[in-house]
């Protein structure tokens, strides 16, 4: 166990014994004199200084949250002040956001920070309230008409501690602003401080050290093109000892007809890479035209959770490397942030992308109307298309060993709507899945506890406390229909999920879409299939005989 984690056992007390908002205990004081403290456990570690060095961004320097004197730069409130005098004027939704929140309360216990902790900053009303305060108390207009308002703080370092530490603990869900009948997105206002929070060295080095890879290699891992390759062979292999099958994807090839772009940890890590497998499997299936970049190596964008520049930055290569290599469209694989990023900004950021075509499948031929700006497609909308027009050759019957249930990812469900895709798939590939509770999934579904940049080790205990009422939703359906597998489509969540199971839900293994797919696909040539693609026994396929019923 982590020795940044508490035993179950301590939070629960912890939770059970400690007076909070959230059971009804007030304490009199108003939320500005709640006090908060730094402590293990509850911080990420700031960036390293030669990794805000090799980004050229303000002062790098040795520093903890629990230091007292954090050596913020001379002037930094005139710094911070400037910077967000500067955002209010370009971002209209942030001065709105800022600007129209009524107090009403309806997002007060929406957020599962505030639901894992209790502690009423938390709420996003409170959350948003933290800079809102400074906003009525230094700017000129909305302090004429809000002066003496209860509230307004000066930026000082108690406030300044604050927003670094509260908005670390907002992953930008959006959870919130689904339940807000202003309308008013959270998340935004987290960006807008994290960004902000940059220009004085206020930063996290789980975010910044991908950050710095990415622009260095193209992918968060630093991994270089030689190793990338070596690695998805290697996958290759094991694909041949699962299923018999040899697969022959190709790298940087020029004039493929598209391009796949997914998240390095589906190359490099586990259970990611069991989902690499099962694409590898599903374009062999359909004889797909496609090419892997070794530049373009990262889907996901830790840009985005460091600043605008630098996600437009790091956006970028995708249309570079799609224009060198002269495909006609690209296709995405399975990712959170990745798809918030395509899905919102990247046409505007880096597109119009002319020199591609409105993707259309080479094997059904639909056209992706809803890709017609970005010119990429999300691979559960194209396995869903080839699936509903009956392109595949499955066999549910081969994840019969699973009883799964999704998890909506954030960023793909409430980021881009998309719900159906993935319900539509996971049906067509396994015989036993079960919703969770109806409030829990959809566009009202729990984040992971650890997006966002916070997926840290020594953040630990944070994760599992906003991680709860996720695991509670899979604890439920595990207790009614026996679950024992979470499929989702998010590199972060199969990261970040398979500790969060353990702590609360041991029992419960975390699974990547594609996976399943891959599974249960009937490949030409293949061998006697009795293990899926862990290698696992496949129930009912012990002997290598399917029972053909
Ligand atoms: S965006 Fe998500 S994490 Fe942030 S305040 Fe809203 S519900 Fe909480
Ligand atoms: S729901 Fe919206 S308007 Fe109501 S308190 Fe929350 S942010 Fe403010």
Same mark, same amino acid.
């Given at each position: 166990?982590?020795?940044?984690?508490?035993?179950?056992?301590?939070?629960?007390?912890?939770?059970? @014994?400690?007076?909070?908002?959230?059971?009804?205990?007030?304490?009199?004081?108003?939320?500005?004199?709640?006090?908060?403290?730094?402590?293990?456990?509850?911080?990420?570690?700031? $960036?390293?200084?030669?990794?805000?060095?090799?980004?050229?961004?303000?002062?790098?320097?040795?520093?903890?949250?629990?230091?007292?004197?954090?050596?913020?730069?001379?002037?930094?409130?005139?710094?911070?002040?400037?910077?967000?005098?500067?955002?209010?004027?370009?971002?209209?939704?942030?001065?709105?956001?800022?600007?129209?929140?009524?107090? /009403?309360?309806?997002?007060?216990?929406?957020?599962?920070?505030?639901?894992?902790?209790?502690?009423?900053?938390?709420?996003?009303?409170?959350?948003?309230?933290?800079?809102?305060?400074?906003?009525?108390?230094?700017?000129?207009?909305?302090?004429?008409?809000?002066?003496?308002?209860?509230?307004?703080?000066?930026?000082?370092?108690?406030?300044?501690?604050?927003?670094?530490?509260?908005?670390?603990?907002?992953?930008? /869900?959006?959870?919130?602003?689904?339940?807000?009948?202003?309308?008013?997105?959270?998340?935004?206002?987290?960006?807008?401080?994290?960004?902000?929070?940059?220009?004085?060295?206020?930063?996290?080095?789980? !975010?910044? $050290?991908?950050?710095?890879?990415?622009?260095?290699?193209?992918?968060?891992?630093?991994?270089?093109?030689?190793?990338?390759?070596?690695? !998805?062979?290697?996958?290759?292999?094991? !694909?041949?000892?699962?299923?018999?099958?040899?697969?022959?994807?190709?790298?940087?090839?020029?004039?493929?007809?598209?391009?796949?772009?997914?998240?390095?940890?589906?190359?490099?890590?586990?259970?990611?890479?069991?989902?690499?497998?099962?694409?590898?499997?599903?374009?062999?299936?359909?004889?797909?035209?496609?090419?892997?970049?070794?530049?373009?190596?990262?889907?996901?964008?830790?840009?985005?959770?460091?600043?605008?520049?630098?996600?437009?930055?790091?956006? $970028?290569?995708?249309?570079?490397?799609?224009?060198?290599?002269?495909?006609?469209?690209?296709?995405?694989?399975? /990712?959170?942030?990745?798809?918030?990023?395509?899905?919102?900004?990247?046409?505007?950021?880096?597109?119009?992308?002319?020199?591609?075509?409105?993707?259309?499948?080479?094997?059904?031929?639909?056209?992706?109307?809803? $890709?017609?700006?970005?010119?990429?497609?999300?691979?559960? @909308?194209?396995?869903?298309?080839?699936?509903?027009?009956?392109?595949?050759?499955?066999?549910?019957?081969?994840?019969?060993?699973?009883?799964?249930?999704?998890?909506?990812?954030?960023?793909?469900?409430?980021?881009?709507?998309?719900?159906?895709?993935?319900?539509?798939?996971?049906?067509?590939? /396994?015989?036993?899945?079960?919703?969770?509770?109806?409030?829990?999934?959809?566009?009202?579904?729990?984040?992971?506890?650890?997006?966002?940049?916070?997926?840290?080790?020594?953040?630990?205990?944070?994760?599992?406390?906003?991680?709860?009422?996720?695991?509670?939703?899979?604890?439920?359906?595990?207790?009614?229909?026996?679950?024992?597998?979470?499929?989702?489509?998010?590199?972060?969540?199969?990261?970040?999920?398979?500790?969060?199971?353990?702590?609360?839900?041991?029992?419960?293994?975390?699974?990547?879409?594609?996976?399943?797919?891959?599974?249960?696909?009937?490949?030409?040539?293949?061998?006697?299939?009795?293990?899926?693609?862990?290698?696992?026994?496949?129930?009912?396929?012990?002997?290598?005989?399917?029972?053909?019923?």
């Amino acid at each position: 166990m982590s020795k940044y984690l508490p035993k179950q056992s301590e939070l629960v007390k912890e939770f059970e @014994e400690k007076p909070s908002v959230l059971k009804g205990d007030y304490e009199g004081r108003e939320w500005w004199e709640m006090p908060f403290e730094f402590r293990e456990g509850n911080f990420c570690f700031p $960036a390293k200084p030669e990794v805000i060095k090799d980004l050229g961004f303000p002062n790098p320097r040795k520093w903890q949250p629990t230091d007292d004197d954090w050596k913020l730069p001379d002037g930094w409130q005139k710094i911070l002040k400037d910077a967000m005098k500067e955002r209010l004027k370009k971002y209209r939704s942030l001065k709105l956001y800022l600007d129209s929140c009524v107090r /009403c309360g309806a997002c007060a216990d929406k957020c599962h920070f505030f639901l894992g902790t209790g502690d009423p900053k938390n709420m996003p009303v409170l959350r948003a309230e933290l800079v809102r305060s400074v906003y009525r108390n230094d700017f000129p207009m909305v302090e004429k008409i809000l002066k003496g308002f209860a509230g307004a703080r000066k930026l000082d370092e108690k406030v300044l501690r604050e927003w670094y530490m509260y908005f670390y603990q907002c992953t930008e /869900c959006r959870r919130c602003s689904v339940f807000c009948p202003m309308g008013i997105d959270t998340a935004e206002i987290t960006i807008m401080v994290r960004e902000i929070l940059q220009l004085v060295g206020l930063n996290n080095n789980w !975010i910044l $050290a991908p950050v710095s890879n990415c622009n260095r290699t193209g992918n968060h891992l630093g991994i270089e093109p030689h190793t990338f390759v070596q690695n !998805i062979e290697s996958l290759v292999d094991d !694909i041949e000892d699962v299923t018999g099958v040899k697969v022959n994807p190709t790298f940087n090839r020029k004039g493929a007809e598209i391009l796949f772009i997914t998240p390095s940890g589906d190359v490099f890590g586990d259970p990611g890479v069991y989902t690499m497998m099962g694409y590898l499997l599903l374009f062999h299936h359909i004889g797909l035209d496609y090419t892997i970049s070794t530049y373009a190596s990262e889907g996901g964008n830790f840009g985005f959770f460091t600043s605008n520049d630098m996600m437009k930055k790091l956006n $970028a290569k995708m249309y570079h490397e799609a224009k060198r290599l002269g495909v006609k469209w690209i296709l995405g694989g399975e /990712c959170g942030h990745m798809w918030r990023v395509v899905h919102q900004y990247m046409d505007t950021m880096n597109g119009p992308a002319d020199f591609l075509e409105e993707p259309v499948s080479p094997v059904t031929g639909t056209k992706f109307t809803n $890709a017609r700006a970005t010119k990429m497609v999300h691979i559960a @909308e194209f396995t869903a298309d080839l699936i509903k027009n009956g392109k595949l050759r499955l066999d549910p019957k081969r994840n019969d060993h699973l009883r799964t249930t999704f998890h909506d990812s954030c960023n793909v469900a409430r980021g881009m709507g998309m719900f159906e895709e993935p319900r539509y798939i996971l049906n067509k590939v /396994c015989n036993s899945f079960h919703e969770m509770p109806e409030n829990t999934i959809r566009e009202q579904t729990f984040c992971c506890g650890s997006g966002s940049g916070i997926n840290a080790e020594e953040y630990m205990e944070m994760r599992m406390k906003g991680g709860f009422p996720r695991a509670n939703a899979v604890r439920h359906v595990r207790e009614k229909h026996k679950v024992d597998s979470l499929v989702t489509i998010c590199a972060i969540d199969r990261a970040s999920l398979p500790p969060l199971m353990r702590y609360w839900n041991p029992g419960v293994s975390v699974y990547g879409l594609h996976e399943l797919v891959g599974n249960a696909l009937v490949m030409d040539g293949e061998k006697k299939r009795t293990e899926d693609l862990r290698e696992d026994p496949m129930a009912g396929f012990e002997d290598g005989e399917e029972d053909e019923d």
